[in-house]
C-alpha cells in the first residue's frame, strides 16, 4: 500500500506539473517497447540498446522540418540504474537517426522515473507509473521540451503475460483535454526455459479533446520474439501498419544487460 500511495502521488505530482500536452502528430520514436514493470535491482546499472528500422513508412515528415521516416532508422541508448526495488532511473542518450534526406542526425536526450511494484515479475498482477523527460531536436519533435506519462498495467497468468501501457504524451503546450493519448499493449507467450512470443499493438489516437478519425490514427501491430539470457536479452519482430497514417513495415530490435552483473549475486 505503501508504493501504491508513492505511485499515486508520483502521478499527480507530475500531472499537475505539466499537463500540457501537444497538437502535433508522433509519426517517429526511437523506442518501440510496451514495458513490463520490471527494473534493475538495487545497484545494477543496465544498457538497453533500442533500435528500429522503417523499411516502408511515411513519405511526408509529421510537421514541417521534421524527418522523413521512409527508409530512417532510429535508436537510443538507454542507461538505468536501480536505485530500490520499487524505482529505476533512467538516461536516454543519445537519441539518433539516420534518415534519406537527413543523413545522421542527434534528436536530443531524455531522462526517466520509472515506479514499480516491487519485483514484479514475481506477481500475478503488477503495474507501475514510467515519467520521461525530453529534451529534443526540432527535426524530431516541434517543440524542444516534451515529456511521457506512462501507467503500467499488467498480469503474469502463466505462461501467458497480458500487458498494457496506456500512454499519455505531453509538450507543455495545453492543457488537460490537449492529452494525446499513444497507448500500447501485448500479450506474450512463454516458453521455457527463456523463449517468448508475443504480439504487440502501438497506437495514437490524437488528442483527448478531439480524437483522430479511423483513418488518422496511428496503428500497429508487431510480432515479436524474445530470448533471455546471462549474456544479452533479445527482442525483435516487425510491425505492420493498419491505417493510412502509420508506417506499413517496422523492424525492431533491442538488446539489453546488466552492466555489473556480479553485484546482483
Not at 130 to 159: C, D, K, M, V
Amino acid at each position: 500500500m505503501k508504493l501504491l500511495r508513492r505511485l499515486i502521488s508520483a502521478f499527480a505530482l507530475i500531472v499537475s506539473v505539466g499537463l500540457v500536452v501537444p497538437a502535433a502528430a508522433f509519426a517517429q520514436t526511437d523506442e518501440i517497447q510496451v514495458y513490463d514493470a520490471v527494473i534493475a535491482g538495487p545497484g545494477i546499472f543496465n544498457l538497453t540498446w533500442h533500435n528500429n528500422f522503417i523499411a516502408d513508412g511515411l513519405k511526408t515528415p509529421a510537421f514541417p522540418g521534421g524527418l522523413i521516416p521512409d527508409k530512417s532508422f532510429n535508436g537510443v541508448t538507454e542507461w538505468a540504474y536501480g536505485v530500490t526495488d520499487w524505482f529505476e532511473l533512467g538516461l536516454y542518450l543519445p537519441l539518433y537517426s539516420i534518415s534519406k534526406y537527413r543523413g545522421a542526425t542527434i534528436n536530443g536526450g531524455k531522462i526517466r522515473l520509472l515506479f514499480v511494484r516491487p519485483h514484479a515479475e514475481d506477481h500475478k498482477f503488477f503495474y507501475g507509473a514510467n515519467f520521461e523527460f525530453s529534451y529534443n531536436a526540432l527535426h524530431w519533435q516541434p517543440r524542444r521540451f516534451t515529456s511521457e506519462i506512462r501507467p503500467i498495467i499488467g498480469w503474469h497468468l502463466h505462461p501467458v503475460d497480458i500487458i498494457v501501457n496506456p500512454i499519455l504524451d505531453n509538450s507543455f503546450s495545453g492543457g488537460f483535454k490537449s492529452l494525446d493519448f499513444a497507448p500500447a499493449e501485448r500479450v506474450a507467450y512463454n516458453f521455457p526455459p527463456k523463449w517468448a512470443l508475443a504480439v504487440e499493438e502501438y497506437a495514437d489516437y490524437g488528442l483527448l479533446r478531439n480524437l483522430a478519425s479511423g483513418s488518422q490514427q496511428v496503428h500497429e501491430l508487431y510480432a515479436i520474439f524474445d530470448r533471455y539470457s546471462k549474456v544479452v536479452n533479445v527482442e525483435a519482430g516487425v510491425g505492420f501498419g493498419l491505417t493510412s497514417s502509420s508506417d506499413k513495415i517496422t523492424l525492431k530490435l533491442i538488446l539489453s544487460r546488466d552492466l555489473n552483473q556480479r553485484a546482483k549475486n
